[in-house]
């Protein structure tokens, strides 16, 4: 089974504090991400660490490189010298390859979450639109998207040439999106990332510990870069700074990717084009409603993510059996979709209504593995266990949208999920901006829970500010004490 190609959109809504991306698949949102200010993501960044505590029962090292937490890396994330003995490189102890006090170059692969510092490794890779350069290698490696054997087998001598014709002693990593790249692309490529990864070499010999060496591109520029498929039609940001940076980027490094652009200017909030706001605010929600009538329970935990599939109030036309069929058909749709939106990651248990026959439940796994298919994620579904469950991982590096835009509610103790007063502060100064556009009117107050009042006249004043010169509008502020936090209304006066 295949997915048939959709045609493809990516909104970009840049504001002083926050940038979010939105992929748009034939209208519906299929992921978001957002990246703020005051807490960029760390990952693909690389820092001069040193180490602080190893850990042979763990086999595992803790790592300084200056954030707030020590970063954890293990033993099979080191890179060492081949041995002459294979099983004896395979079994060597985190004692034999580090030590505490030593100075290492390393790259961040997981974000920290939670209460568990970043995740490390000191096989550095650098990505481009086509390529990954691994320094520590001798190899070509393919995308495994990429199916052909004709085409891998052109991608692999091609790039066999390059690394003879440049003089290169790395390993190489083709990605999905060269399929179909000729050679001019994937020298320019080549040549980018090798000039790169001798900035970082010097940057590294000269930076001292606790330093970041090389810091990845912004969400806006990374989108470009690792996001941008054949199926993309255009690409609209509305900030004409941002916009202006990736059109110079785009003539670099994507002049593919350059007519794709375009310039947001209309009155309406960009991303209330497609109801994006409203499917953020809809991944939020525990229930996801079918069009069947049925549902879906997403429960997210430290250790895993559960989902349950129920029939609600879809009775069928036929039998029992064809009615939990058809429910299951529509949630393994959904959920795929929803693993992607909230960013689920880690250890994955979907609870399908129980089927009888097997053709069913082949079906439906089937199914949810061809909505998997354009995944960026990687991910692995198992078969359906004796207990009817189906497991799966998806590989968890950022944060989940849940994460990102809550906090434990203080009220019920961590059980359930309000959004965090600087998530209520964008969403005024939007509210505020939507209706400066749509209605004429000399100030604005805001009527908002105490904690929110209290961050938009300390750390968001500056925002309010600059919101009330972009406006000309006076914004006025006033605590409700019967307000939850996420609660506030604009009153236009």
């Given amino acids: 089974m295949t997915v048939e190609s959709a045609k ?24 978001v991400h957002i990246e703020r200010a005051e807490r960029r993501g760390v990952i693909s960044n690389i820092y001069k660490g040193r180490v602080m505590r190893v850990l042979p029962g763990m086999q595992a090292a803790f790592i300084e490189i200056g954030l707030q937490r020590t970063a954890f890396l293990h033993v099979s994330d080191i890179v060492r010298k081949q041995a002459a003995d294979e099983s004896s490189a395979e079994e060597a102890s985190i004692r034999d390859l580090v030590k505490e006090g030593d100075e290492l170059l390393v790259q961040v692969v997981k974000d920290p979450i939670g209460n568990k510092g970043a995740r490390l490794t000191t096989f550095i890779t650098l990505p481009s639109r086509h390529l990954v350069l691994v320094p520590n290698g001798d190899t070509v490696g393919i995308s495994a998207r990429i199916e052909d054997e004709a085409e891998r ?86 900030s004409e700074e941002d916009f202006a940076a990736m059109q110079e980027f785009s003539a670099t490094f994507l002049p593919e990717v350059a007519p794709m652009l375009e310039l947001y200017q209309r009155r309406r909030p960009i991303f209330d084009l497609h109801s ?16 069947s009538g049925g549902y879906i329970i997403f429960d997210q935990t430290e250790a895993m993510t559960t989902i349950d599939v129920n029939t609600g109030g879809y009775v069928g036309h036929r039998n029992l059996e064809e009615t939990i069929y058809r429910t299951n058909l529509e949630a393994a749709v959904s959920i795929a979709r929803q693993l992607r939106l909230r960013n689920l990651g880690g250890i994955i248990i979907i609870d ?104 938009l006249l300390d750390e968001q004043a500056p925002s309010l ?27 236009l006066m």
Avoid at 10 to 23: G, Q, S, Y
């Fill in 8 to 31: 493809e959109e990516i909104l970009i809504n840049v504001t002083p504090n926050e940038v979010r991306a939105a992929l748009l698949e034939n209208g519906v949102v299929q992921e």
């Fill in 465 to 491: 500010a600059k919101l009330e010169r972009q406006t000309g509008k006076t914004i006025r502020l006033q605590p409700e004490t019967l307000y939850m936090q996420d609660q506030f209304d604009v009153v």
């Fill in 352 to 455: 399908f209504i129980d089927m009888e026959e097997v053709e069913h439940r082949e079906n439906v796994l089937a199914m949810l593995e061809q909505s998997l298919q354009k995944d960026h994620s990687r991910h692995q579904v198992m078969p359906v266990s004796p207990l009817g469950l189906v497991e799966m991982t998806r590989k968890r590096t950022r944060e989940s949208l849940q994460h990102v835009l809550c906090e434990d509610c203080p009220h019920c103790s961590g059980r359930g999920f309000v959004l965090t007063a600087e998530t209520v502060c964008f969403e005024v100064f939007r509210e505020v901006n939507r209706q400066s556009r749509q209605f004429e009117f000399d100030e604005a107050m805001v009527l908002a829970h105490q904690g929110v009042i209290d961050l």
């Fill in 153 to 238: 087998d052109r991608l692999r001598a091609m790039l066999e040439e390059l690394l003879a014709e440049q003089d290169v002693e790395c390993s190489v990593i083709v990605r999905t999106v060269a399929e179909g790249a000729d050679l001019q692309e994937l020298r320019a490529d080549l040549k980018y990332l090798t000039k790169l990864w001798e900035v970082v070499q010097a940057r590294c010999s000269k930076a001292s510990v606790k330093t970041l060496v090389h810091e990845d591109l912004s969400l806006p520029l990374r989108v470009l870069r690792d996001f941008v498929t054949s199926d993309v039609e255009h690409i609209l940001v509305d």
């Fill in 276 to 291: 994006v706001e409203d499917e953020i605010r809809k991944s939020l929600d525990r229930n996801i409603a079918l069009k």
